[in-house]
């Protein structure tokens, strides 16, 4: 770019930015106010005003030489659209002549190869696009089924290039669990197994597309242009392919136009005049030998099969290529740009493709999706072959062709490969979690759901002409009962909302009531649930306690006399007399016989004769028919007997062998410290010379507390300024309002 650019640049933008800010600050003051107090102000601003309106009316004429149509100061505002196309148009021209610029000498010629789409005269060419545009379903010769009756049926009246027979396209599968009955797809088997074209392995310079100014597209609307296309085609190896669908007017769309490009011709087919006679193209779209070039076809193979009864076998998606390729952008604009050099306009992509005639604008952006794609087409194969990747996008595109449409109420429960316009089983639950709505709403909102989905199928309408979903969720949030309320509960209302706010009212009171009962039903279960839980039957008590009284009456029988006693049989030496045990090996491994044992035993028992009484486990029937609490009694009583003869030293014969057992002393730490505490001497306080604390006046205290404010670095009691508190960290969420921070 040269310096004078750079010059012109540099004056122009701050100018720019200075009118643009002036300009915004006036639309914040009522300019008619201030008009209607000073007459310069007055006159000052018409001028401006007719200046501006000179300009936009020069850059129209100046833009588009066709238009004739100036404005006015009347017209402003129902003209703005017109304005704003003119706008966005000049502001694509600058930005691709700042491009221009900023390449470098050597790019200069490639970049005068750029193309871009002529969309000019759009804005007054395509003024009856708001218009209300009659339903073209109302003239089809077959008409549309929205009942789902059935399962789909395939559109097919014959089937080119078979490998299954005919007759077999029809024959409705049995129902099962997760799948119900359907009919199979028609050239599935075809799609899988049969080859390509050998030309797609190899590798080739990519032919150039035709020039885009030299050539025209032929448009298809009756038989004998759809014939000699059909015969044309037959002798080619490969073709482009598109559709343009429209879906607002209707409940499962419609494919409203086809554009099919060869290396040297375009067609554009008007597919609701020739709707039912498109089948023969069946023999092209299926011959294995003829390469099918799509992007993203992952729906226009579903709007084939369902409207026009076609099938695509050898499919190439150039979206997938893409994708392999790892390209950082996978849109069809993106790859014109790169392979082609052409540069497309988005404004069409939502048109209302159903209106008749075209317009000039339409025809061309519809031209253009698939004027380049076969060259595309041939660099991205190469590509593909390069990287060893050609194989998987062919594997992917198969998988995309053998796509089947199935009605929503005949939709398997889990496939990859059906397309149903209602995939979830409870769709209307969607937009609670979206619209975040209560779960208290969910009976309104799934009232409101499947009487917009009857309305739509039984009008051909979708369902969000019917019943947008914003509307759907203010009606499930309000809970309106009458039609005032209906009609009142949003701005945008539409025309079957306005023509059934009685019926709609009716429908939120009942799902209301509805849901009110459920709840009651369901609290009265729970109750009911827990009374049951609560209470036990007096025969299951009856059983459990004689069961219990069994059970304690075999224990007592089981258990020997001897356990009640809490005797020992090591000690009454029961184990030892019967021969049990020979020997006995202690800790350290040796042996001890049974004889020693014995000894050892006696001796035990002679020293602890005080304390042990013994009991033979063969004992007398009174010791053993002795009840537990006889026997307890009957220790205690010999213990306490014991520690009184302890006392004389007369029962023993050698003072040595008394073994006394004393009972185990707790210590705790807070018994010690008590210990320390009264072994220290205790200082007597003298209340006499104390402070007389109930004597002061409630003012000393304030006197007080407020000389202690003061800080006297000499005194000892005085702990020195405190420092500064450190505020709270303050939370810039959304909960925090300006107010808030100020105030912190």
Request: glycine share 2%.
């Amino acid at each position: 770019m040269s310096s004078n650019s750079d010059d012109v640049i540099s004056q122009v933008f701050p100018k720019a930015v200075q009118a643009i800010r002036s300009a915004s600050g006036l639309s914040a003051y009522d300019i008619k106010f201030y008009k209607s107090l000073d007459k310069n102000i007055s006159d000052t601003s018409e001028n401006s005003s007719n200046r501006l309106l000179k300009l936009i009316n020069v850059l129209s004429s100046s833009v588009d030489l066709q238009d004739n149509q100036s404005l006015n100061q009347d017209a402003i505002e129902s003209g703005w659209p017109r304005v704003s196309n003119l706008l966005d148009t000049i502001l694509e021209r600058s930005d691709f002549a700042l491009d221009t610029l900023q390449r470098s000498p050597n790019q200069k010629d490639e970049s005068q190869k750029f193309t871009y789409l002529d969309d000019d005269n759009a804005h007054n060419k395509g003024a009856h696009l708001n218009k209300r545009q009659e339903k073209p379903q109302k003239f089809f010769k077959t008409p549309i089924d929205n009942s789902e009756s059935h399962p789909f049926k395939p559109l097919l009246k014959e089937k080119p290039n078979a490998m299954v027979p005919f007759q077999e396209t029809f024959i409705l599968t049995t129902e099962e669990e997760n799948d119900p009955a359907h009919y199979k797809q028609p050239y599935e088997i075809e799609i899988l197994n049969q080859e390509y074209n050998s030309k797609i392995l190899e590798k080739s310079d990519p032919i150039p597309s035709k020039d885009w100014q030299g050539t025209e597209p032929i448009w298809v609307d009756t038989i004998e242009e759809l014939n000699k296309m059909h015969k044309d085609l037959q002798s080619v190896s490969e073709i482009a392919v598109d559709l343009e669908h429209h879906d607002y007017r209707s409940y499962y769309g419609l494919v409203c136009l086809m554009q099919i490009s060869t290396r040297d011709q375009d067609w554009l087919i008007d597919t609701l005049a020739l709707r039912e006679d498109l089948k023969i193209l069946n023999s092209v779209f299926t011959d294995p030998k003829i390469t099918k070039v799509f992007h993203g076809a992952f729906m226009d193979i579903i709007w084939l099969q369902r409207d026009l009864g076609l099938y695509i076998v050898s499919l190439f998606d150039t979206y997938h290529a893409s994708r392999q390729l790892g390209f950082p952008k996978h849109s069809l604009a993106y790859l014109l740009e790169r392979f082609a050099h052409f540069k497309t306009s988005k404004k069409y992509q939502l048109a209302d493709w159903r209106i008749r005639p075209l317009t000039g604008p339409m025809k061309l952006y519809a031209r253009s999706d698939t004027h380049f794609l076969l060259n595309i087409f041939d660099q991205l194969r190469n590509m593909l072959i390069e990287s060893n990747k050609l194989t998987n996008v062919l594997f992917e595109s198969r998988n995309v062709a053998r796509r089947r449409f199935e009605y929503s109420s005949f939709r398997p429960l889990a496939s990859t490969n059906v397309v149903s316009p209602i995939e979830k089983p409870e769709p209307w639950k969607s937009l609670l979690y979206q619209y975040n709505l209560s779960a208290s709403r969910e009976a309104v909102v799934r009232s409101l759901y499947q009487w917009r989905d009857q309305i739509a199928k039984q009008d051909d309408e979708s369902p969000r002409y019917v019943m947008p979903n914003q509307l759907l969720v203010s009606l499930a949030s309000l809970v309106p009962t009458d039609p005032a309320g209906v009609l009142s509960s949003s701005n945008l209302i539409s025309d079957h909302v306005r023509k059934n706010a009685k019926e709609i009212s009716e429908l939120i009171k009942r799902s209301m009531k509805e849901a009110e009962e459920e709840d009651m039903y369901l609290l009265n279960n729970i109750s009911e649930k827990f009374e049951e839980k609560d209470t036990i039957n007096e025969d299951k008590i009856e059983f459990s306690e004689a069961a219990f009284n069994s059970e304690l009456q075999r224990l007592k029988t089981n258990l020997p006399s001897s356990k009640y006693g809490g005797s020992s049989e090591l000690f009454s030496l029961s184990i030892l007399e019967n021969n049990y045990v020979n020997n006995i090996i202690n800790s350290e491994g040796n042996s001890n016989s049974s004889t020693e044992m014995k000894k050892r035993i006696n001796l035990i028992r002679e020293s602890l004769s005080f304390r042990y009484n013994p009991t033979s486990h063969h004992g007398d029937d009174d010791t053993s028919n002795k009840s537990e609490g006889q026997l307890q009694k009957e220790s205690d009583v010999n213990i306490e007997d014991a520690s009184t003869d302890e006392k004389s030293a007369s029962m023993f014969s050698n003072p040595d062998d008394i073994v006394v057992l004393k009972k185990k002393q707790a210590h705790s730490r807070n018994n010690t410290a008590k210990k320390d505490k009264d072994s220290e001497k205790k200082e007597v306080l003298n209340y006499e010379d104390a402070s007389k604390v109930m004597k002061k006046k409630p003012f000393e205290k304030a006197n007080r507390k407020r000389s202690s404010s003061t800080f006297d670095p000499y005194t000892l009691e005085s702990e020195g300024p405190k420092p500064v508190k450190k505020l709270p960290k303050l939370q810039m969420g959304k909960n925090t309002s300006f107010f808030s921070k100020k105030k912190k």
